[in-house]
C-alpha cells in the first residue's frame, strides 16, 4: 500500500491514539499493566504495549510523511492536550490562554488542525469514507489549513466511575443522494478532554460548527465547547 499523503510506498502506520496520550493516562504498558481496548472486534482485548497494531491505522503512511513532514503537528497537538488536561477543571465556554501554551499560537493552532487532519486523512483512506482525500494530503505537505476541516475541544461528557478512558469514536456521515458526503464528524478522547473533528461542505449548517475553531479565524483565546 502506498502512501496516501505522499505516493511512496507505505512502509509506516499511524497512531490514531497520540502514543503520548497514552502514556500519559497509563504510564509504561507492559505484560503486568496491560490496557484493555474495545472495539467493534473484541471486548477487553489485552494490550500489553502502545505500539500494538490495535492503536494504529491500516492506512500506511511512509516515514518521512509519519515522522519528519508531520512532527511539528504532533508536537502541537501533545503540548496542547497536556495543558488542557492539566488544567484544575476543564468548563464549558472556559477560555484558555494559547499565549500562556505557545510562543506563537497562531501558527501552532494551524499544527494542531493538521495533527488531526492527518489522523481524519488515515480513517478516510482505511474506511473508504467519500471525502475527496487529496486537499488533505495538500494540507500536510504545504502546511496550509483545509477549509472544510473545523475542530471543537472541550470537557468530555463520557466517563466511567473509576475508568480513564482514552479513545475514537466511529466516524458519522450525511451522504447527498449521489453519494457525496456533505458532512463528517467523530470524536477523539483523552480522559477529560473530548476533540470533535468536523468536516463540512461549504453552506453546512451544523449543531457542532457553532462551537468549532479554524486556523484562519483562530487568535490567542480558545473557548471549550459544550457536548451534550
Not at 497509563?26 to 494490550?47: C, D, E, M
Not at 490562554?97 to 494551524?110: E, G, N, Q, T, V
Not at 457542532?208 to 475553531?213: E, F, I, K, R, T
Request: aromatic letters at 10%; one cysteine or more; glycine letters at 6%.
Amino acid at each position: 500500500m502506498d502512501c496516501w499523503i505522499c505516493g511512496q510506498p507505505g512502509d509506516s502506520a499511524e497512531h490514531l491514539m497520540k502514543v503520548s496520550d497514552l502514556r500519559s493516562a497509563f504510564g509504561v504498558i507492559s505484560q503486568v499493566k496491560p490496557l484493555y481496548v474495545h472495539s467493534k472486534r473484541a471486548k477487553n482485548a489485552r494490550k500489553r504495549t502502545v505500539r500494538d497494531d490495535a492503536f494504529k491505522s491500516k492506512a500506511l503512511l511512509c516515514s518521512t510523511c509519519n515522522n519528519s513532514l508531520s512532527q511539528p503537528y504532533d508536537r502541537a497537538w501533545e503540548r496542547l492536550s497536556a495543558a488542557l488536561r492539566e488544567l484544575p477543571a476543564l468548563r464549558p465556554k472556559q477560555l484558555v490562554r494559547l499565549d500562556k501554551i505557545y510562543p506563537h499560537p497562531r501558527a501552532s493552532m494551524l499544527d494542531v488542525h493538521l495533527f488531526f487532519l492527518k489522523l481524519f486523512g488515515c480513517r478516510i483512506a482505511e474506511e473508504g469514507i467519500p471525502i475527496d482525500i487529496r486537499p488533505f494530503a495538500e494540507a500536510l505537505v504545504h502546511r496550509k489549513s483545509h477549509p472544510g476541516i473545523f475542530i471543537a475541544i472541550g470537557p468530555t461528557s463520557f466517563s466511567l466511575p473509576g475508568k480513564t478512558i482514552l479513545g475514537w469514536t466511529e466516524i458519522s456521515v450525511a451522504q447527498r443522494e449521489d453519494g457525496s458526503c456533505a458532512y463528517a464528524q467523530w470524536f477523539y478522547h483523552v480522559q477529560n478532554v473530548a476533540v470533535l473533528i468536523m468536516y463540512a461542505e461549504p453552506g453546512e449548517h451544523r449543531q457542532g460548527l457553532a462551537q468549532a475553531w479554524h486556523p484562519s479565524t483562530q487568535g490567542r483565546l480558545l473557548q471549550m465547547a459544550r457536548f451534550a
